[in-house]
Structure formats: structure tokens, C-alpha cells
T-cell receptor, first 116, second 111 residues
Framework: EAQVTQNPRYLITVTGKKLTVTCSQN?????MSWYRQDPGLGLRQIYY???????DKGDVPEGYKVSRKEKRNFPLILESPSPNQTSLYFC???????????????FGNGTRLTVT | GQQVMQIPQYQHVQEGEDFTTYCNSS?????IQWYKQRPGGHPVFLIQ?????EVKKQKRLTFQFGEAKKNSSLHITATQTTDVGTYFC???????????FGQGTTLQVKP
């Protein structure tokens, strides 16, 4: 089944403790992206990747890192999490650039992160 | 930078009533996309509009892209409880790789 898999679904951690949220897609998609969703703010892009070894900042990249060593994986790293990073995180992928015709975003099930 | 504004933020309707959400961009968009997120779920792609003035229908849902390609709307005729969720528009002003999402409109439908 074609899907985007995120892990974990839920994560509670403490300030400063490094964590990684994994994201994997099995559709051979070139484009991958991370979003955070907060009430009243919609989906804000953190980082995106157009292809392997190519990553770029979205609108809210501060406090996050990503890597794209393989086409299928796009982990999100929080080196030193803070309470303002408590949020619902979504990984998404698309066949090519998401603005291309017939290249919609496919989202994972989300990771709800709480930083205390 | 580019902004995509969506109104209203919330809408409560009686089942059978119509519903419309509006999306406005500060810049001209190359295309607009619409996604639906059910409660507790993830966003799911509904449609993409590319041409100026384009109108597309999916059963009871009608999507429009403005002539200036700076605004869009989603209209649902005769809402059903299955329409409950948050509807997001998303646009990209110039193939930047940054698909900007609106804040979303959360629709509640009373049976």
C-alpha cells in the first residue's frame, strides 16, 4: 500500500533532550516536506527536500534539522526541544514539486509532540 | 512574504445547509490546491486548480479559482455529517517549493 509512515505517533519529552521523528515513503517520491500544525495557524512548513541531498528551509525552520540521505527517508531532528515546539507534526511527500500538475501531497498520520 | 488567508475559521451549519470557505492570497498563485482533514486525521488532497477562472466539481463540492489567480473558494451544497472536518487551501506563487497553506476552515455539521 502506498503510504507515508511517521514514527512515533505520540511523543512526550523534556526540554533539551534530542529527538528524531522518522518519516518514510514507499512511492519513490522526489519531494518531501515537514509541517507543523497549531490551532489557528494552519499548516506551516518547516523544511522541504526536492530530492536526495537537497533540503531547504520552509517558513518556520528554527530549532529543527533535517536530512535526505536516501530518497525514501526524511527524518526531522530536534537537537534541543523547547516547549514552543509542542505541536502536531506532519510529514508529506509528492511525486515531484507539489505545484506540478497531478503531484499532490500525501501526508503521514502525524506525530503529536509534547515538550515539557 | 507570501500569505494565504482563509475565512471563516469556523463554521457550524445544520445538515442540509450550504457551506462556503474562501481563500485569498497576497500574491498571484501558479495554482491552488484544496485538502480536507477529518477530526484526528491527516490532510487528504481534494483537488488542484490551475487556470484563471477555473471551476471544478466533485459531487456536492464546487471549487473555483479567481480570474486574477489570487483567490479561491470551496462550496459544499447540502452538507452532510460526513463533510465534517477542516478544509485547507494551499498555494504556491512561483514554483518555489513552498506550498503555503491557509489557516483552514473547520466545518461542524449538526444532524
Amino acid at each position: 500500500e502506498a503510504q507515508v509512515t511517521q514514527n512515533p505517533r505520540y511523543l512526550i519529552t523534556v526540554t533539551g533532550k534530542k529527538l528524531t521523528v522518522t518519516c518514510s515513503q514507499n512511492m519513490n517520491h522526489e519531494y518531501m516536506s515537514w509541517y507543523r500544525q497549531d490551532p489557528g495557524l494552519g499548516l506551516r512548513q518547516i523544511y522541504y527536500s526536492m530530492n536526495v541531498e537537497v533540503t531547504d528551509k520552509g517558513d518556520v525552520p528554527e530549532g529543527y534539522k533535517v536530512s535526505r540521505k536516501e530518497k525514501r527517508n526524511f527524518p526531522l531532528i530536534l537537537e534541543s526541544p523547547s516547549p514552543n515546539q509542542t505541536s502536531l507534526y506532519f510529514c508529506a511527500s509528492s511525486r515531484s514539486h507539489p505545484s506540478s500538475y497531478n503531484s499532490p501531497l500525501h501526508f503521514g498520520n502525524g506525530t503529536r509532540l509534547t515538550v515539557t | 512574504g507570501q500569505q494565504v488567508m482563509q475565512i471563516p475559521q469556523y463554521q457550524h451549519v445544520q445538515e442540509g445547509e450550504d457551506f462556503t470557505t474562501y481563500c485569498n492570497s497576497s500574491t498571484t498563485l501558479s495554482n491552488i490546491q484544496w485538502y480536507k482533514q477529518r477530526p484526528g486525521g491527516h490532510p487528504v488532497f481534494l483537488i488542484q486548480l490551475v487556470k484563471s477562472g477555473e471551476v471544478k466539481k466533485q459531487k456536492r463540492l464546487t471549487f473555483q479559482f479567481g480570474e486574477a489567480k489570487k483567490n479561491s473558494s470551496l462550496h459544499i451544497t447540502a452538507t452532510q455529517t460526513t463533510d465534517v472536518g477542516t478544509y485547507f487551501c494551499a498555494g504556491d506563487s512561483g514554483n518555489t517549493g513552498k506550498l503555503i497553506f491557509g489557516q483552514g476552515t473547520t466545518l461542524q455539521v449538526k444532524p
